[in-house]
T-cell receptor, first 113, second 114 residues
Framework: QQQVKQSPQSLIVQKGGISIINCAYENTAFDYFPWYQQFPGKGPALLIA?????SEKKEGRFTISFNKSAKQFSLHIMDSQPGDSATYFC????????????FGTGTRLTVIP | EAGVVQSPRYKIIEKKQPVAFWCNPI?????LYWYLQNLGQGPELLIR????????DSQLPKDRFSAERLKGVDSTLKIQPAELGDSAVYLC????????????FGEGSRLTVL
């Protein structure tokens, strides 16, 4: 059973546009929600993360929006650039003192120049 | 500072053959993970080590998979015998061990079983 559901599977955005990726979870014990970025042939790398005590976190062009009651969170990439073309994974973890991340299935983002 | 190092990057074997993957985590990182990433999917945890102790191996198929982390530093993941369905990327990651902290992934070892 997929612990974290992610959509869309793929996304094509024009340069300068906004990319939006959505994730949903069921386990209310999850308390850490990171987003990882993966380029072809590379391992995932942490992009931005949020905890459920805040509804939004922004770092540069990347923003996480978190809706605790709906058990949903999303990644917004403002002013999308061709260099942002990669696969994005949302994730969640629940274990205190551990980092057992449950990953979504990924979204392949393509930013067209 | 060097990142997580994995080898080999690519391995092609015939089914029923054994294979081993090696991981050297970031210096000072006590927690080490092995993840499996199938094509088009997110990583799935196989095993997590705290120093030399395997604290979560519930997802490791123990009939054919084994792992060790001697001296709490480097780790080896072994598959014996390999099956066609084992074709995937095996990712190693490490973290300082702090709760909710960042995982640092290696580039992965891509296994193809023929």
């Amino acid at each position: 059973q997929q612990q974290v559901k992610q959509s869309p599977q793929s996304l094509i955005v024009q340069k300068g546009g906004i990319s939006i990726i959505n994730c949903a979870y069921e386990n209310t014990a999850f308390d850490y929600f990171p987003w990882y970025q993966q380029f072809p042939g590379k391992g995932p790398a942490l992009l931005i993360a949020i905890r459920p005590d805040v509804s939004e976190k922004k770092e540069g062009r990347f923003t996480i929006s978190f809706n605790k009651s709906a058990k949903q969170f999303s990644l917004h990439i403002m002013d999308s650039q061709p260099g942002d073309s990669a696969t994005y994974f949302c994730a969640a973890s629940r274990d205190p003192g551990a980092n057992n991340l449950f990953f979504g299935t990924g979204t392949r983002l393509t930013v067209i120049p | 500072e060097a990142g997580v190092v994995q080898s080999p990057r690519y391995k092609i074997i015939e089914k029923k053959q054994p294979v081993a993957f090696w991981c050297n985590p970031i210096s000072g990182h006590n927690t080490l993970y092995w993840y499996l990433q199938n094509l088009g999917q997110g990583p799935e945890l196989l095993i997590r080590y705290e120093n030399e102790e395997a604290v979560d191996d519930s997802q490791l198929p123990k009939d054919r998979f084994s792992a060790e982390r001697l001296k709490g530093v480097d780790s080896t993941l072994k598959i014996q015998p390999a099956e066609l369905g084992d074709s995937a990327v095996y990712l190693c990651a490490s973290s300082p061990g702090s709760r909710g902290g960042e995982l640092f992934f290696g580039e992965g070892s891509r296994l193809t079983v023929l």
